[in-house]
């Protein structure tokens, strides 16, 4: 299958054992020509929202996390997304609607393969994942619900 992995993410700046982990992974990276690591820095909005809207699938695996605006942002774009239990993450990634909720690095490259082999699973969920996204967390969806509280108080 003809498809690249790149790892995007902050720098060692933000955590304190990124430098450790960077290392390591331009290590196992190491000449191969399909792994390409990314060190963003804190404003690269333009360039996560262009490697988003050219995934097939967005990974999102850390360790803690609050909302996960990378996951929103990315079912937003109509991907699937394979995310860890962190935080609000399985709140926004529903298993086998919108993508999976993984615990291990084996897990994830299970459900990345399942989901490369399966190109009409990946466009399901993408669009099942913007849907999610629509009648979920957009600020649309909120006015919506203080306009029917204000209808039902003056009503």
């Not at 498809?3 to 960077?22: S, Y």
Request: charged fraction near 20%; glycine fraction near 10%.
């Amino acid at each position: 299958m003809d498809c690249r992995l790149v790892l995007a993410g902050g720098g060692a700046a933000d955590n304190p054992e990124g430098t450790a982990v960077q290392a390591e992974l331009r290590h196992a990276a190491d000449g191969n020509a399909d792994i390409h690591l990314l060190v963003l820095p804190p404003d690269a909005a333009r360039e996560i929202n262009v490697l988003q809207r050219a995934a097939a699938i967005v990974l999102h695996k850390p360790l803690h996390e609050d909302f996960g605006l990378t996951v929103a942002e990315a079912m937003w774009k109509g991907k699937p997304v394979i995310g860890s239990f962190a935080g609000g993450i399985p709140v926004q990634v529903i298993f086998e609607v919108t993508g999976y909720v993984v615990n291990s690095v084996e897990g994830a490259a299970f459900r990345i393969r399942q989901l490369l082999d399966s190109p009409d699973l990946m466009t399901r969920f993408g669009g099942a994942a913007r849907e999610y996204v629509r009648r979920n967390f957009l600020i649309t969806r909120h006015l919506g619900d203080y306009l029917a509280l204000l209808a039902s108080l003056t009503g």
